[in-house]
């Protein structure tokens, strides 16, 4: 078979400058964990040499490392997520109480509330399993006497654990969690005979948070009738219980004060905590604890109409309950309806005491079995206030540059709501998983970031943002001016394609961002590479590295592109690679997957000029005026701006890049979109060619056969290994092939 041939005519316009600078931009992702490994010579790493070399070889760090000297070396970023807290607390949830406390804002101003009962559809049962939303309290354990630091009974129950074995001694049980609770599930595996219990709170704390005074409960119903049955044990609501420690935060491990094992509260966490005390005589017989649950406030309802399948077509696995309420029958605005209150509220469909039991919740779509997610008041004025002052801290003492968002898309849309019934939520006045709650939302969110910008000035607020084009109506126009640093995670593919849902003639977005002075992390893949599709070899490695890295220059902007090579999934970190990952066992992951070397020729500067005789490539974006659109063209690689109706007053500006069809078929898909192509563009000391298809991941272009092309004058190829070839007068190129050509 013949090679296709492209003779290029036109004369040279780039000459030889002195030395620059590697033009790539290299920056890592959620770098950590790391471990004793090796480099590709084969040479033996420790775990500290592993994070020397990231730090030497890359130039922002979108994650964070352990030790605030190694972030103080290079510009690192943590995480945040402003659009929810937990109810299980942890450090922030934590850091943010204390605000709201020092400067009388209440807490639970910080939530969105259901007004009104609601129904919605879970659809990942394991989310929340081991938190709240599952009836479990954050800590459960015992003591042998009152310096006793605790057994904790993390195991899960059924238990047979002899919870009052030094009854005498002041051993006794414990039971924390983050919100107040007016009742426990009590199961025993051994009944008590004889004796009497008791369950206490925290009713004075000193100046550190730690319990001085503890006071009994008033016992409504003791339905365990003297723990001789499994059952609920309620108590009249106190209104001097306070969120306490029980550790003196030192960090002692014995002596401070009870901790059982968790870090939050021996370092000062403060939790709502009840302590139940049994005493009996000799003759008598101790009860032993089974397992301890939770009000059942999140309860699965059973629907006989509901569909099975949520609108995406996801599984419905069950639906869930989360009660209104009736704010407005909180005569002394104590977040807490007394029975009084409750009977007499105007919502009767508002069924909730407690305020925090009406917290939006989006059940079955958070993370995972830890996740006890609770959607924030992110438009309300003090959260910004406290927020700002919590991560202010944290990112001083870590070292850090700012911090990003990892899940951008989760807010309060039918991608995280499917509602059966109700649904209102009392701070917006809108139903959670419509269109109108979606865009208020998304516009509070971008509100939000910027005006935590606006107060750490010069910190990187960063954002992980979808493929598609910000702009288009797949994209997430919100974010536009949201942040500073954007990572499009699992981007590029060796297999990119022209257009289609994403592609390279739709990546104008991030010269739209790098003209406001944006940053923008490109990350590119395996999946659909020739590793996925012809196997797990070097060679299919390093082609890959190539073609990702030779796309990613064809939008790099100097200064605000930044380009970052992972694997085929979403699981990161600085271990060693494996043979399912990489071709060689026991590298360290970042040391195996960027294409360093590749990244090290010296491209010099973008030269935002094409050879003449040659045509720029169009820039397409998804439309919906006039009617939807795919490939509506609104520039080219040559325009400072583009314009359409659906872009934000008719018109945003761009940066050029000067892509070119150095080769396009006659055959086209869409107009100016061919079948297939060779793009390029110049920089001062080279060109980058990528060869690919108009919608990419297409496993057969792979064999497609060569295109020749004759250069106008000759050029160095770099192979895949980094190394500069002798001067040639014509290159072959396969399928989705990358090339660096230097002059």
Same mark, same amino acid.
């Given at each position: 078979m013949k090679n296709k041939r492209l003779a290029l005519l036109a004369s040279g316009i780039c000459?030889?400058?002195?030395?620059?600078?590697?033009?790539?931009?290299?920056?890592?992702?959620?770098?950590?964990?790391?471990?004793? %490994?090796? =480099?590709?010579?084969?040479?033996? *790493? %420790?775990?500290?040499?592993?994070?020397?070399?990231?730090?030497?070889?890359?130039?922002?760090?979108?994650?964070?490392?352990?030790?605030?000297? =190694? $972030?103080?070396r290079t510009q690192a970023v943590g995480y945040m997520y402003n659009q929810k807290l937990e109810l299980n607390s942890g450090h922030i949830e934590n850091q943010l109480r204390h605000y709201a406390e020092e400067h009388d804002v209440d807490y639970e101003d910080f939530f969105l509330h259901f007004a009104e009962d609601t129904i919605i559809a879970e659809v990942d049962p394991s989310h929340g399993e081991n938190t709240l939303l599952n009836r479990k309290p954050m800590i459960v354990g015992y003591t042998a006497n009152s310096d006793h630091a605790g057994f904790w009974l993390y195991q899960s129950p059924p238990w047979d654990a002899d919870v009052f074995e030094n009854h005498h001694n002041g051993g006794a049980l414990y039971v924390y969690h983050s919100e107040m609770f007016d009742r426990l599930l009590l199961k025993f595996s051994q009944f008590a005979q004889g004796g009497e219990f008791s369950i206490e709170y925290p009713s004075a704390v000193d100046s550190h948070g730690q319990v001085i005074e503890?006071?009994?409960?008033?016992?409504?119903?003791?339905?365990?009738?003297?723990?001789?049955?499994?059952?609920?044990?309620?108590?009249?609501?106190? %209104?001097?219980?306070?969120?306490? /420690?029980?550790?003196?935060?030192?960090?002692?491990?014995?002596?401070?004060?009870?901790?059982?094992?968790?870090?939050?509260?021996? =370092?000062?966490?403060? *939790? #709502?905590?009840?302590?139940?005390?049994?005493?009996?005589?000799?003759?008598?017989?101790?009860?032993?604890?089974?397992?301890?649950?939770?009000?059942?406030?999140?309860?699965?309802v059973k629907l006989d109409d509901a569909p099975t399948h949520t609108p995406s077509g996801r599984e419905v696995h069950a639906w869930r309950k989360i009660r209104g309420f009736d704010a407005t029958a909180d005569l002394n605005q104590d977040n807490y309806l007394s029975w009084t209150e409750f009977k007499n509220r105007n919502h009767k469909n508002a069924t909730a005491r407690f305020r925090w039991e009406s917290r939006v919740i989006p059940f079955g779509r958070m993370w995972n079995q830890a996740s006890s997610w609770a959607v924030t008041n992110i438009a309300h004025p003090q959260f910004l206030d406290a927020m700002h002052s919590a991560y202010h801290t944290d990112w001083a003492e870590q070292g850090l540059n700012g911090a990003y968002n990892d899940d951008t898309n989760k807010l309060i849309g039918a991608n995280q709501f499917t509602v059966y019934s109700g649904g209102l939520v009392t701070e917006l006045g809108l139903v959670v998983d419509s269109e109108e709650a979606d865009a208020l939302y998304k516009q509070q969110f971008s509100g939000f970031l910027n005006g935590l910008a606006e107060r750490q000035s010069g910190a990187l607020i960063g954002l992980n943002i979808g493929t598609a084009n910000l702009y288009g109506r797949n994209g997430q126009s919100h974010l536009i001016e949201a942040g500073s640093l954007y990572l499009r995670e699992h981007y590029l593919f060796p297999s990119t394609g022209f257009s289609g849902y994403a592609g390279i003639a739709k990546f104008w977005d991030n010269s739209a961002l790098a003209a406001q002075e944006r940053r923008v992390i490109f990350q590119a893949t395996t999946r659909y590479g020739r590793v996925q599709y012809l196997g $797990?070899?070097?060679?299919?490695?390093?082609?890959?590295?190539?073609?990702t890295l030779a796309a990613y220059y064809l939008h790099h902007h100097p200064q605000r592109s930044y380009f970052n090579q992972w694997n085929n999934g979403f699981i990161y970190g600085s271990g060693k690679t494996t043979a399912d990952n990489f071709w060689q066992s026991d590298v360290a992951k970042n040391i195996a997957y960027q294409p360093t070397a590749l990244q090290a020729i010296d491209l010099g500067e973008p030269a935002n000029a094409i050879p003449d005789g040659f045509q720029p490539i169009p820039l397409m974006l998804s439309t919906q005026t006039p009617a939807p659109a795919d490939y509506t063209i609104v520039g080219d690689s040559t325009s400072n701006a583009v314009f359409?109706? =659906?872009?934000? @007053?008719?018109?945003?500006?761009?940066?050029? /890049? #000067?892509?070119?069809?150095?080769?396009?078929?006659?055959?086209?898909?869409?107009?100016?979109?061919?079948?297939?192509?060779?793009?390029?563009?110049?920089? /001062? @000391?080279?060109?980058?060619? #990528?060869? /690919?298809?108009?919608?990419?991941? $297409?496993q057969d272009y792979y064999s497609a056969e060569p295109i020749r092309i004759t250069l106008e004058q000759p050029m160095r190829p770099v192979d895949g290994q980094g190394n500069i070839g002798n001067y040639v007068n014509q290159i072959e190129i396969g399928g989705y092939q990358g090339m660096i050509l230097l002059y």
């Open positions: 000459v030889m400058l002195p030395t620059l600078t590697a033009v790539a931009g290299s920056a890592l992702v959620l770098p950590g964990l790391h471990e004793p %490994s090796l =480099d590709l010579q084969g040479r033996t *790493l %420790s775990a500290q040499d592993v994070i020397e070399w990231e730090i030497e070889h890359s130039e922002l760090v979108f994650g964070a490392y352990p030790s605030r000297s =190694d $972030n103080e503890w006071s009994k409960f008033d016992i409504k119903k003791d339905k365990t009738l003297n723990m001789t049955k499994n059952q609920n044990v309620i108590w009249h609501m106190p %209104s001097d219980w306070i969120r306490a /420690t029980t550790h003196d935060g030192s960090g002692a491990t014995y002596g401070g004060g009870q901790y059982f094992g968790s870090t939050f509260v021996r =370092d000062g966490g403060r *939790l #709502y905590v009840v302590r139940i005390r049994w005493q009996g005589d000799e003759e008598d017989t101790r009860p032993r604890l089974k397992e301890v649950k939770l009000k059942n406030t999140f309860s699965v $797990n070899t070097a060679a299919n490695w390093q082609q890959d590295q190539y073609s359409h109706a =659906d872009l934000p @007053n008719g018109m945003v500006e761009v940066l050029p /890049t #000067y892509v070119y069809f150095l080769y396009q078929s006659e055959q086209q898909v869409v107009q100016g979109g061919p079948q297939e192509m060779v793009l390029a563009r110049e920089f /001062t @000391n080279g060109r980058v060619l #990528y060869r /690919t298809d108009f919608f990419g991941r $297409n």
